[in-house]
């Protein structure tokens, strides 16, 4: 039975050993038994399809155990599993960077073949790992290995999914000297993946630079670089730059998303910016979407520094409409604002939409008023 069993023992080693790679996606090697789970012969393809996409059965597995620890432990299990699901990524990440590093030593790059390139290039793309892409596109143009356009393209959305700017930046700078043409449609998703990542990476005036680049070179962003764009500008309170830009998007014929509206909605009312409140306003109408009702208080103080009554009474009207309660203090600013102008006709026009509404009924309110127009001359009161 002992005989049987060493005889049965060495053949059941490779099986634990390859059924543990796959779960933690590493390559193991017992070195005094001579065994190795990570052949040499096995392609550079092979090794970076084990690195990214292990056993689905083990990680599920290996899911379940976490959860169950988690409970046992009295932890978070979403949290136990995200930080697992980051430590497993930068995991994948350090053994494709090895896997690449030892692949490409010295001279060994020149034997790499266009397939093995690209499966290093797609699997840095998969792990948003921009500055790797770079590494290995600069391989692939000094090996002589041809670089399809979808790969470009992959790696410049990986890199800007990861918010990679300096990353981009080597891609595109590599799609130069591999002399792509400047009007190729890769540039258009160069320019696109650029202006999204520096938007979202807090550089919203590089981002508004590079854009005015696109516009120069007649190409122009797709819809979600610009509601980056105009949601970073709307966060550092450049509101006339988020306004021009939302006004070249609608000279185009599109139209921003809601959340970038409302971002330029917010950031106009803190400014008390009319022309940009009032473009977002419209803007927000014509898409149905419901504006938060402080935004819409924030537009009645708007329209009272401006003193624009229709804006106040658009504002009023949709506020009607949802049933938000009016208080006294939404006009009185706007019609304080009005009587001080001496504009007469939209003072009285809004002094009826409080009493309408039910307020500005106090004998404080016509006080004022009346005290405004004795002091005015009769034919400016009558004009």
Known sequence: MLARLSQRLPRRIPTVLATAQRHYAAPLTLTDAGISGASDQASIAARVRR??????????????????????????VGARLAADSRKHHETQRAQLRQLHSESTADTAAAT???GDFGALLAGFSELNDGSACVRVLRQMREAGAPVLAAQYTTALRAAGGARQPAAIYGIGEEMRRAGVPADDARFHVFFEQLVSALARGGQAEHAYAVLGEMQHRGTAPSRAATDALVQALADIDETALALQTVRDAQQR?????????????????????????????????ALGAQVP??????????????GDAAL??????????????????????????????????????????MRSSGVGR???????????LAAQPVAAVDA
Do not use: N, Y
């Open 362 to 372: 106090t004998p404080a309110t016509l006080r004022c008023l009346a005290r405004a």
């Open 253 to 285: 014929g599109e139209s921003l998303g809601a959340l970038a509206l409302l971002a330029l909605l917010h950031a106009a009312g803190r400014g008390l910016h009319l022309e940009a409140f009032w473009a977002c306003w419209r803007a927000l109408q």
């Open 112 to 114: 790499l073949s266009p």
């Open 51 to 76: 690195i990214i996409h292990p056993s689905t059965h083990d990680r599920i597995q290996h899911t379940k155990d976490l959860a169950q620890d988690a409970r046992m432990q009295g932890q978070d």
């Open 293 to 306: 009702e402080g935004d819409c208080e924030a537009g009645l103080r708007v329209a009272a520094r401006g």
């Open 312 to 353: 106040a009474e658009d504002i009023l009207r949709v506020m009607q409409a949802r049933g938000l309660p009016l208080a006294e203090f939404h006009l009185e600013p706007l019609l304080d604002a009005l009587v001080a102008a001496a504009r007469w006709a939209p003072a009285l026009r809004v002094l009826h939409a």
